[in-house]
């Protein structure tokens, strides 16, 4: 994501362009020129994420039926691998090298990644909330049970309400990482929204609501993956988004 760096949780996501924010809008078109994409397009890309997620759903829904631990656990363990190694690997490439825009033009090779990275990050998102349910009531908290849920809810509002204000508060496209395909559209820090208060929202607070799906289902399995899921996702902030920024910075 770039999470403004991004980015869901999920869990990025965050998150997941860069969590640092760019902010600042692309060149007007000129006068009389078509729009970008047709309603049309727009409906039938929309159909087609939707449907390319539907087995990753039907995935979900049965490992919680088997209801086996192992496979929950290395389930998500590999959907988190998988969409952190992806992201981290395909960026530092793009960044250093230009290899993702070397064969086309920066709009399509980003559109390209933006679905592959879509697609994992969802996986991601049904192997960790699988995870919560399978391993679900194996934590035990002191005091009534009523505030364990309130707690649990409370994150999960305030995660995801600080992922969509801080990706309402960035240039379109930035939550995946569109700033490392477009730079010279990308060429302002962001100081709205969370991005007053928080240099790395998403990547953060912004995780909040995955403790607060484990905090509800009371599984500290799934407390310990939405810790493993922002271990990862902030690796990329350090290693990738961040050396990418200084580099952009200096030209």
């Not at 064969?103 to 969802?122: N, Q, T």
Request: hydrophobic letters at 50%; one cysteine or more.
């Amino acid at each position: 994501m770039s999470t403004k760096n991004p980015q869901p949780f999920v869990v990025a996501a965050q998150p997941k362009g860069s969590t640092h924010a760019p902010r600042g809008g692309s060149p007007n078109p000129p006068v009389g020129a078509a729009p970008a994409s047709a309603p049309k397009g727009v409906a039938l890309d929309s159909f087609r994420v939707w449907a390319g997620h539907g087995p990753l759903v039907l995935a979900g829904v049965a490992v919680g039926v088997v209801g086996s631990v192992p496979l929950a656990v290395a389930w998500f363990v590999a959907s988190r691998l998988a969409y952190v190694g992806f992201v981290g690997f395909a960026l530092r490439a793009q960044s250093r090298h230009g290899a993702l825009t070397r064969h086309e033009g920066p709009e399509a090779a980003w559109r390209k990644f933006r679905g592959r990275a879509s697609r994992l990050m969802f996986g991601d998102v049904i192997a960790f909330m699988a995870l919560c349910v399978v391993t679900r009531g194996t934590l035990a908290l002191p005091g009534p049970v009523w505030l364990a849920l309130t707690a649990g809810l409370v994150l999960v509002v305030i995660g995801i309400g600080i992922k969509f204000w801080a990706t309402a508060s960035l240039d379109a496209g930035t939550f995946y990482w569109r700033d490392f395909f477009v730079p010279h559209e990308h060429t302002n820090r962001s100081a709205s929204g969370p991005y007053r208060w928080l240099a790395n929202p998403m990547y953060t607070v912004g995780y909040a609501h995955a403790y607060g799906f484990g905090l509800l289902l009371s599984s500290w399995p799934g407390l310990a993956g939405a810790a493993f899921a922002q271990l990862g996702i902030t690796l990329v902030a350090v290693l990738v988004e961040r050396p990418h920024g200084r580099r952009f910075a200096r030209g």
